[in-house]
């Protein structure tokens, strides 16, 4: 018992003396450490042979608030730990260029406090950003700047796969854009939104220049959070798939859709902003017409104005003075498919607004439109009607009546004034809530498939199943046996 007590104390005074060796005190003027090294705020931007052996260190923790005068490059597997309240503020145009893996946690601040022409975080091609913990990220240039993004994911064609990933508690503001994901071709690009944004431009965009290709497109997952904007929230402009899970959606106009797939299965998509009447779909920024929803078909400098699929199967969309989607010359490229969710717009000198608005400058292309969308709304809840006197044919109006009629399929139930169509409850198989089938997730069609986190079910999940729980039976079993035995 003796040795026994002996070899404990030797044990405990080797991990106190381990424990130590890498315990440094950092003197005057030094702003970060790790475990071997001191950092002041020149080592930390070095971007020469010295800062990758200064950064071998994966854990680099604030001790103060910083203000860093040149970038900070990442091109290794990084933690930048604020600690306890501390800040990291780029001045001069700089911040993060992020080639390898960073990570920032704790609690505190990474700041750009200039009429910054550059983001505060750029991730490229292969890299990796994760937000953690309490962190606020401030893009507040002190001129106004609507065109930088706070965050830019700058990812070439072909190449590893680039991720970035908020937590729900991370803050993000901005009074240029929030988030934009830029390249050509069919970048490899994951973006998992959550926390709290709030942005004068764009919360999130996919670039216009990102084209369609059978796979490999970005994929932004909206998460739990609140995303708001002054002007349109999220611009779906190139080609991407959008899966918009939750969270709270809110600005001007909540989003604009002219290419790429679209899931929307839960959340709130609201529009505060002022109509604006029939907008051109010839520029190169969102219409921010006051519609929760505008599908549109871009124009000629746009790569891909084909392939753009929208499905709705749940979520609360809603205009305040506008429609809850508005369709904009998109003819019949591309296809919209409503199977759940509540769909309410605005009301205007005559009442309630109907749900949806067809527009189109030529008549012959809206009846095409219509003919391609024979099935288009299967399930949902709409406040009043659910399609607006549209034009299909010169000096001819198709009545709501005659849209549904056309372009409804399923059940019609009128209640108060307010209309469902099917059973929006249950899918085809029975499943509800976040077990539902999505459809519009394959990229090479964009007509079916599920959620990029939600796997099929498959024998060999059942032959797992089935395995566990034989293991289960036989560690009971010989449990008993081994007690009975004692």
């Not at 708001?228 to 918009?244: D, R, V």
């Amino acid at each position: 018992m003796k040795n026994l007590k002996m070899f404990a104390i030797a044990v405990m005074a080797f991990a106190v003396m381990a424990t130590n060796v890498h315990a440094i005190d950092c003197g005057a003027g030094s702003v970060a450490k790790s475990e071997t090294y001191c950092y002041t705020s020149t080592q930390l931007t070095q971007s020469s042979a010295a800062a990758d052996a200064l950064y071998d260190d994966n854990v680099i923790t604030l001790l103060d608030d910083v203000t860093l005068s040149a970038d900070m490059v990442i091109s290794k597997d990084i933690t930048i730990d604020l600690g306890d309240n501390n800040s990291i503020t780029f001045d001069a145009s700089h911040g993060f260029v992020v080639s390898g893996k960073l990570t920032i946690k704790g609690e505190g601040e990474i700041n750009s406090n200039t009429s910054a022409t550059k983001s505060l975080i750029t991730v490229s091609g292969g890299g990796s950003l994760s937000v953690e913990g309490n962190v606020k990220l401030n893009y507040t240039a002190n001129t106004a700047n609507l065109t930088t993004p706070a965050i830019t994911v700058n990812a070439p064609a072909s190449t590893s796969n680039t991720t970035v990933t908020f937590a729900s508690t991370v803050n993000v503001t901005s009074n240029g854009y929030g988030l934009a994901v830029l390249g050509t071709s069919a970048p490899k690009v994951t973006v998992n939104m959550a926390g709290t944004w709030d942005t004068k431009g764009y919360v999130a965009k996919v670039n216009g220049t990102v084209g369609y290709a059978s796979s490999n497109a970005p994929i932004i997952n909206v998460n739990e959070g609140k995303y708001t904007s002054e002007g349109t929230a999220l611009y779906a402009s190139g080609y991407a798939i959008w899966n918009i899970k939750a969270g709270e959606v809110k600005g001007a106009q909540a989003l604009e859709a002219k290419s790429g797939i679209v899931n929307i299965s839960g959340g709130k998509l609201m529009a505060t902003g002022a109509t604006s009447g029939s907008p051109s779909v010839t520029g190169s920024h969102a219409l921010t017409n006051g519609n929760a929803i505008n599908v549109v078909r871009g124009g000629a400098h746009y790569v891909d104005v084909k392939r753009l699929t929208i499905n709705i199967t749940g979520g609360d969309i809603s205009s305040d003075k506008g429609y809850a989607m508005y369709i904009k010359d998109l003819r019949a490229d591309g296809k919209i498919n409503v199977d759940g969710g509540s769909l309410t717009s605005g009301k205007d000198s005559d009442g309630q607004l109907a749900a949806i608005k067809i527009d189109d400058a030529t008549p012959a292309d809206a009846k095409a439109f219509i003919e391609h969308h024979a099935d288009m709304v299967t399930g949902g809840e709409f406040a009043g009607d659910v399609f607006a006197r549209t034009q299909i044919a010169t000096n001819t109006y198709a009545t709501p009546a005659d849209l549904a009629a056309t372009l409804v399929e399923g059940e019609i139930n009128t209640n108060g004034g307010n209309t469902t169509v099917g059973d929006n409850t249950d899918d085809q198989q029975g499943n509800t809530g976040d077990n539902a089938n999505t459809p519009g997730t394959t990229p090479d069609d964009g007509t079916t498939g599920r959620l990029p986190d939600q796997p099929a079910k498959t024998n060999d999940n059942i032959l797992v199943y089935a395995g566990l729980g034989l293991v289960s039976a036989l560690t009971v079993s010989f449990s008993a046996k081994r007690k009975e035995n004692n």
